[in-house]
């Protein structure tokens, strides 16, 4: 049997120090949007920081107090077209907040998985729903980030370049 409490644990628990890596590269490369209208990786992650601080795991806790939840707009309520902080920064404030959400991820028991909350644009949701979104979540994210990444690249991978077809933005085009 799947055991989602602790697959969800699993993947958020790396998902800091995969950020932490990624901050180190060049900042240029992480500033650098793949195609318009689409995020940056360190857009990527300033959202992965504002979900962190505001959205999983208060809407953990608001199941568990049997409340419902507002939808959380990106655009209006992170910062995610105002990075004001290098992205090393960013990984920290991560790495500060995870484990919080991890203690509390630690304190569900497999009676809360069925619990259930309204969100205001899906309707009904459960808690073993949130956490799959949680941990599907994170990990997007930090395929979005190093999908963008790729981009600078592929351009000048020459004859290597159709291994690359499924995420050449540009070929796309």
Known sequence: ???ILAAVTSVLATSAARWAALATIEPGLLARRPAPGEWSAIQCLQHVVDTEHAVFRARVLAILEGQDFAA???DAEGGVDAI???AGELALDLGRMRPGSLATLRE???DDLPRT???AELGTVTMAEL???WAAHDTMHIVQ???ALMQAFIPGSGPWRPSFADHDVEAAG
């Open 145 to 147: 980030a190093e999908r």
């Open 84 to 86: 004001a902080r290098p």
């Open 117 to 119: 909350a309204r969100h």
């Open 72 to 74: 959380f707009d990106p």
């Open 1 to 3: 049997m799947f055991d």
């Open 108 to 110: 569900l028991a497999p």
């Open 131 to 133: 956490l799959s979104e």
